[in-house]
């Protein structure tokens, strides 16, 4: 209850408590105070009135009570962050069925009883049939401790746009700015905060460059962070580059792909677009959100944790990997190390000998 309702039930318990003298005074009260007709009548108003403060305050209760609920609601999909005024959507992949939805609020909605894990990284990349390498990932240091139980382990992932100019500059600046500014975490700041930020930080870092070099819109990247914080799961995303979270034998989209389909899509639901029209159009892969312009105002991002247990992993990749991830694949590649199921898993991209391979990497947190 806040401030203003605890008044009101304060003030309330006065007036009934006015109202009781009023009405139970002995009929010998001094004649100074009022005569017996007046009494009636403060009475009389005095009990209208705590008539209305009870109505008042039952009404004031329950509104605090749903709007509570509905806070505290697990597995929302979407939540307007009023720190940062951005909106973020924790990005469900359309094609979960049922039983994963229902792991990933259960995940969610666990007591929150700390469970001792132990993180291990592992990453691989390879350029593909690339004149150049785009993609660009980094972790957070594993050596530090103190600054573990600060801000957690961080994986960064980015991926140049191929399209544009300045591709590899761009992903490897913003990989290395969310780096650094994430790690200036304080202790008394939340995780999704400093994602928040720092997320926004290494968009102004790559407009500039591209300011600085007379190509403003011409230069961009996707970004997608993860944090295991304690045994938490936080996440950040802007473009296609996904996030993904294995455990026990189901792999979930935590992201959701910012691109120009999504739009295709709700005009296709509002009836202005056939769904075969929708799929075929030109401009469905263009991506609508990402790292390279004045300020990103389209990310996923959780505000509520998924507590991890030991067994799971948290797979981050760029585009010229994800088609070929699936559960199989992972439980073939989870025999290995961290690093090694990593190049494991690239080696199997590569086996497909698509032409015009896109840059493939994947960076890996997996928890013992």
């Known amino acids: 209850m806040n401030r203003g309702a605890k008044g009101l039930a304060l003030i309330w318990v006065l007036l009934m408590a006015a109202y009781a003298a009023v009405k139970w005074m002995p009929a010998a009260q001094p004649d100074w105070l009022w005569n017996g007709q007046q009494a009636e009548r403060i009475s009389l108003v005095l009990g209208w009135i705590v008539m209305g ?38 990005g469900l992949s359309a094609e979960l069925s049922q039983p994963a939805v229902e792991t990933l609020k259960a995940a969610q909605g666990e007591p929150a009883v700390s469970v001792a894990i132990h993180v291990m990284a592992g990453s691989a ?73 720092a997320l926004q930080l290494a968009n102004k870092a790559v407009y500039e460059l591209a300011l600085e070099h007379e190509l403003e819109w011409c230069v961009g990247t996707t970004l997608a962070a993860a944090v295991i914080h304690e045994d938490k799961l936080y996440w950040i995303s802007a473009g296609d580059s996904r996030i993904y979270w294995y455990r026990g034998g189901r792999l979930l989209a935590l992201t959701k792909d910012h691109i120009y389909a999504n739009r ?86 590569l086996a497909q ?15 013992y």
């Not at 403060?53 to 939540?79: C, E, T």
């Not at 000998?353 to 928890?367: G, K």
């Open 125 to 197: 990349q390879h350029i593909g049939e690339r004149e150049e390498q785009q993609d660009a990932y980094c972790f957070s240091s594993y050596e530090d401790t103190e600054a573990i139980k600060r801000r957690g382990m961080l994986a960064v992932l980015a991926d140049g746009m191929g399209g544009y100019e300045m591709g590899k500059e761009a992903g490897q600046l913003a990989s290395l700015t969310m780096l650094d500014e994430y790690t200036k975490k304080k202790t008394e700041e939340s995780v999704p905060r400093a994602l928040a930020e």
């Open 353 to 367: 000998e698509r032409p015009y391979q896109d840059n493939a990497t994947i960076a890996i947190l997996a928890c």
């Open 264 to 349: 295709l899509q709700e005009k296709v639901i509002a009836g202005e677009l056939t769904q075969e029209e929708a799929d075929t159009h030109p401009e469905r892969h263009l991506l609508t959100s990402y790292l390279g312009i004045p300020r990103v105002t389209e990310v996923n991002a959780n505000q509520i944790p998924i507590r991890l247990l030991a067994g799971d992993w948290v797979i981050l990749c760029s585009d010229g990997l994800y088609d070929d991830l699936s559960v199989e694949l992972l439980e073939d590649a989870m025999r290995y190390t961290p690093n090694e199921a990593a190049a494991f898993i690239v080696k199997h991209v």
């Open 53 to 90: 403060g009870a109505v008042i305050l039952a009404a004031v209760f329950l509104f605090h009570m749903v709007s509570n609920q509905r806070k505290g609601k697990p597995g929302s999909d979407a939540a307007t962050v009023q720190e940062t005024g951005e909106k973020m959507v924790i």
